[in-house]
């Protein structure tokens, strides 16, 4: 019997792009929800929960408010996920 392994994603690590190049964002969207939770420091099952996103629809959110709105993204040991503003 062969035994499986299971691959581990990289750590979310994406560059603060710097007041200059954030952008704005709607309120009350999918995004701002993402933003507020992200502030206080979230992990993906919490933000999965607040957003009713499965796995992958809310890892590729998450990634792409770097690309969208300039916001730094950091990821520790523990698995939460913050947003770097300076």
Excluded: N
């Amino acid at each position: 019997m062969a035994t499986r392994t299971v691959a581990r994603r990289k750590r979310i690590s994406r560059p603060f792009l710097g007041k200059r190049r954030l952008r704005t964002w709607r309120k009350k969207t999918m995004r701002d929800k993402l933003i507020r939770l992200l502030r206080k420091g979230s992990t993906i099952a919490k933000c999965q929960t607040a957003t009713g996103l499965d796995y992958k629809d809310c890892y590729d959110s998450i990634i792409l408010l770097h690309v969208y709105t300039g916001f730094g993204l950091s990821e520790d040991e523990r698995g939460v996920i913050s947003l770097i503003e300076e």
